[in-house]
């Protein structure tokens, strides 16, 4: 590759990201992944779609059924879909539509935002600036999302770092955060529910919560086979909430293979993240998963994670612990030292959690229960 090909952000003889507007040919050497991890997926997962229709009018057949079958999904691979979540589907596509105005700014504008270290907002080219190599196919923007009754913080963001013309951009993401954050609420009743503790436990704990919203986008990719969009993890947040266009992408491993899930418009993916693995002393898995990308189309998706409010001590309710399950699987952490360890010290991987529990086991911050 020329060493000065427009197409590539370059740094020290390095590729470090880039420019999505221009048609690339071949993928440098900084984006092929291990071959360990490129195996491609075979099958079309068949997982299970969890219909919200009843258990939002609160009915309790309606609850208890969705209840068994998160029950189920979490135990084996912490997976499923929802639908009839009660989400408007205009302000999905709305969503979807007012991230393409961010990502087709030109790349010298999408720059200017570039997310700081152990900043929750901005963008981010590949991941470029905090990783050497390999490095995901994409572009993000991310940003943070708190309850706060005199400021609209998602807004706040976009108007200031973005400018008066992101005005509109910044309500629909405001708004957004807001019904997935009330979606996330009936979710973790569902999963206090299904794990036989307090109902009210997990909405309790959450209600407070920090998320983040990012916004992924993955442009087309000639030589789809060597790279990853977002490569095999565990999310270390505690629930996810995915919106996936209709290109596909997304793989969860489960059953020992790569599954593909088939792009649905009117169902939400969630995922347990580790946050809750650690919340459920490990009975539900943190689910892992991958997203690939393709020759012809660009991709997108919108992520909602859901992370509890940093100085918040992460420890299974005691009913979990006293009744049945005995001794502790994981110590007490915060969000904010796990926030931390994912972006100072470990990348998030496939074993981000059991990596954070050594690591906090051994330093002198760990307080082992
Ligand atoms: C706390 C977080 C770290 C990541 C963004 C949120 C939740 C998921 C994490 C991530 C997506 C997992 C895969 C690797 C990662 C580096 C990425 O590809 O974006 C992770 C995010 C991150 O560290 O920024
Ligand atoms: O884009 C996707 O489908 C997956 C993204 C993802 O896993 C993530 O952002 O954590
Ligand atoms: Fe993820």
């Known amino acids: 590759m020329p060493s000065m090909?427009?197409?590539?952000?370059?740094?020290?003889?390095?590729?470090?990201?880039?420019?999505?507007?221009?048609k690339q040919t071949s993928i440098p050497r900084e984006f092929i992944w291990p071959q360990r991890d490129l195996a491609h997926s075979v099958e079309a997962l068949n997982e299970?779609?969890?219909?919200?229709q009843g258990v939002l009018r609160g009915d309790n057949r309606e609850i208890m059924k969705a209840a068994n079958l998160v029950r189920k999904a979490?135990?084996?691979h912490g997976f499923f879909q929802v639908t009839n979540h009660g989400v408007d589907a205009h302000l999905i596509s709305a969503a979807h539509d007012h991230m393409d105005?961010?990502?087709?700014?030109?790349?010298?504008?999408?720059?200017?935002?570039?997310?700081?270290?152990?900043?929750?907002?901005?963008?981010?080219?590949a991941h470029a600036t905090r990783f050497s190599s390999p490095l995901p196919w994409k572009e993000t923007l991310s940003f943070g999302y708190h309850e706060n009754d005199s400021n609209p913080v998602v807004l706040d963001y976009f108007k200031s770092?973005?400018?008066?013309?992101?005005?509109?951009?910044?309500?629909?993401?405001?708004?957004?955060?807001?019904?997935?954050?009330?979606?996330?609420l009936v979710i973790m009743e569902l999963l206090a529910i299904s794990l036989g503790v307090d109902r009210l436990h997990f909405r309790k704990f959450f209600e407070d919560s920090n998320n983040i919203t990012r916004c992924n986008y993955y442009p087309p990719c000639q030589e789809p086979s060597l790279t990853f969009g977002t490569g095999p993890h565990t999310d270390p947040t505690s629930l996810t909430i995915l919106h996936q266009d209709q290109v596909g992408g997304l793989e969860v491993f489960t059953r020992n293979k790569w599954q593909s899930v088939q792009p649905r418009p009117d169902a939400l993916v969630i995922n347990i993240g580790d946050t809750f693995m650690a919340l459920s002393n490990g009975r539900y898995k943190s689910c892992l998963h991958r997203a690939v990308v393709n020759r012809n189309k660009e991709r997108r998706s919108v992520v909602f994670f859901v992370c509890p409010k940093e100085d918040k001590v992460v420890r299974p309710p005691e009913d979990l612990l006293v009744c049945r399950e005995g001794t502790r699987k994981y110590p007490d952490f915060t969000w904010s030292l796990f926030f931390e360890f994912t972006q100072k010290h470990y990348r998030a991987d496939v074993s981000t959690l059991q990596s954070f529990t050594h690591w906090l086991l051994s330093s002198s911050t760990g307080q082992p229960s």
């Open 101 to 125: 105005a961010f990502f087709k700014l030109p790349i010298g504008e999408k720059l200017k935002v570039l997310k700081k270290p152990g900043s929750f907002n901005g963008y981010s080219n």
């Open 74 to 76: 979490c135990s084996e």
């Open 161 to 184: 770092a973005l400018g008066k013309e992101f005005e509109q951009t910044g309500l629909i993401y405001q708004k957004y955060c807001k019904v997935m954050k009330e979606l996330s």
């Open 5 to 22: 090909d427009p197409k590539y952000l370059q740094r020290d003889n390095g590729v470090v990201g880039f420019d999505s507007s221009l």
């Open 48 to 52: 299970p779609v969890v219909d919200l």
